[in-house]
């Protein structure tokens, strides 16, 4: 066999392979230490795309699912509410019944009435104290408007959209652009309140977007670049809202019709059951106001069956997110979770392979000693 002193290649190959057994030694390390068999894109960059998008996907389900439990709740002050008007009603239907009768004098009556009136005032303070945070529900202002017409905010100006959600409803307002030498102001007013804006000159890049936010008057304005471009431009109009539309709850990851639930809630005051007019001061008044109590009573029944369904389909979903999540996760477990049993096999083997190249690594660099005999 050739014996050579300058390079000593069984001690270079036993190195070679005591690096790659410390390479998988310190994979194995680091994955029975985390947990993850995916720690860096370099691990597996393909799993790692794909994990990145359920784990995104599992926290938008985990809000969704805290948002759908929102609008129950939501739904349960509403309801709290709709059940002591239903008592009211009751009790309207029975002060009716006693007024109708021959045997009531027109004394009583008068006080019946009087308890009628103020029935009637407790349902309309009912029915606008009852809220969700800030926000009523069962005074008919709940939901959200829609703009009918945009009047000064005309593409003229380059307004992309305007979302008059939290404005109020069939109402029009008074918008105002101006423009100067270095900057271009909208302002849009409803009786006493005026809210402005100013975006300078430049402000917004090309082929970007700025919203402005008319937050006291519940409406968002999205412009694009041209809007802070346009010289010399002055406009006086008016911006109308319609009719409330169904409040909307994001109950899924995705931007699409089937990832929401919308719904809205009636007006349960005196004017909306429409027992504003009861007068029972009179036999005939009484007789009258048992039909229109009796179609109250209908009207609310309608509207706390809505809230009921409502309520099962959020629980519902509520269900379904909860089955999605964790099958998400167990997807995204396969992928990037360890597999501790597999690990330690390959920790073990990687320990006994450096181990046993450390000893032929010894051993290598003794071999070149035994050219010494040839020499003496």
């Given at each position: 066999m050739g014996l050579r002193i300058q390079n000593n290649i069984?001690?270079?190959?036993?190195?070679?392979?005591?690096?790659?057994?410390?390479?998988?030694?310190?994979?194995?390390?680091?994955?029975?230490?985390?947990?993850?068999?995916?720690?860096?894109?370099?691990?597996?960059?393909?799993?790692?795309?794909?994990?990145?998008?359920?784990?995104?996907?599992?926290?938008?389900?985990?809000?969704?699912?805290?948002?759908?439990?929102?609008?129950?709740?939501?739904?349960?002050?509403?309801?709290?509410?709709?059940?002591?008007?239903?008592?009211?009603?009751?009790?309207?239907?029975?002060?009716?019944?006693?007024?109708?009768?021959?045997?009531?004098?027109?004394?009583?009556?008068?006080?019946?009435?009087?308890?009628?009136?103020?029935?009637?005032?407790?349902?309309?303070?009912?029915?606008?104290?009852?809220?969700?945070?800030?926000?009523?529900?069962?005074?008919?202002?709940f939901g959200t408007t829609n703009v009918t017409t945009y009047g000064a905010l005309g593409g003229a100006f380059d307004v992309n959209s305007v979302d008059a959600s939290g404005a109020t409803a069939n109402t029009t307002y008074t918008v105002a652009i101006t423009t100067t030498a270095t900057d271009k102001l909208m302002t849009i007013s409803l009786g006493g309140t005026t809210q402005a804006i100013t975006v300078a000159n430049g402000d917004i890049a090309d082929g970007e977007s700025k919203t402005l936010s008319f937050s006291s008057l519940g409406i968002s304005v999205v412009v694009n670049s041209e809007y802070d471009q346009d010289a010399n431009v002055t406009a006086n109009g008016t911006m109308a809202t319609g009719d409330l539309g169904e409040s909307t709850f994001q109950v899924g990851s995705g931007d699409d019709v089937n990832d929401r639930i919308a719904f809205s809630l009636g007006d349960m005051t005196a004017t909306g059951l429409t027992i504003n007019s009861i007068d029972v001061d009179s036999q005939s008044g009484a007789q009258a106001a048992l039909t229109l109590v009796d179609a109250a009573i209908s009207t609310l029944a309608t509207r706390?069956?809505?809230?009921?369904?409502?309520?099962?389909r959020f629980g519902f979903t509520i269900a379904n997110i909860a089955t999605s999540v964790e099958n998400i996760t167990a997807a995204e477990s396969v992928i990037r979770d360890a597999d501790l049993a597999f690990e330690t096999i390959a920790f073990t083997k990687n320990q006994i392979l450096l181990q046993a190249g450390t000893a032929m690594l010894a051993q290598a660099n003794l071999a070149p000693q035994s050219i010494l005999g040839v020499l003496g």
């Open positions: 069984a001690a270079l190959n036993t190195h070679r392979q005591m690096t790659i057994s410390d390479m998988n030694l310190s994979k194995s390390l680091e994955r029975l230490s985390s947990g993850y068999r995916i720690n860096r894109a370099a691990d597996d960059a393909a799993g790692l795309s794909v994990s990145m998008k359920f784990r995104a996907q599992i926290r938008s389900l985990y809000q969704a699912s805290r948002n759908a439990s929102e609008g129950n709740s939501l739904l349960q002050v509403a309801e709290g509410g709709a059940d002591q008007i239903s008592g009211i009603l009751s009790r309207m239907k029975e002060l009716a019944t006693q007024a109708a009768s021959a045997n009531t004098t027109s004394a009583d009556r008068t006080n019946i009435n009087s308890e009628v009136t103020t029935l009637k005032e407790e349902i309309d303070r009912i029915a606008k104290s009852t809220k969700y945070g800030t926000t009523a529900l069962i005074d008919g202002t706390r069956s809505e809230i009921g369904v409502t309520q099962n």
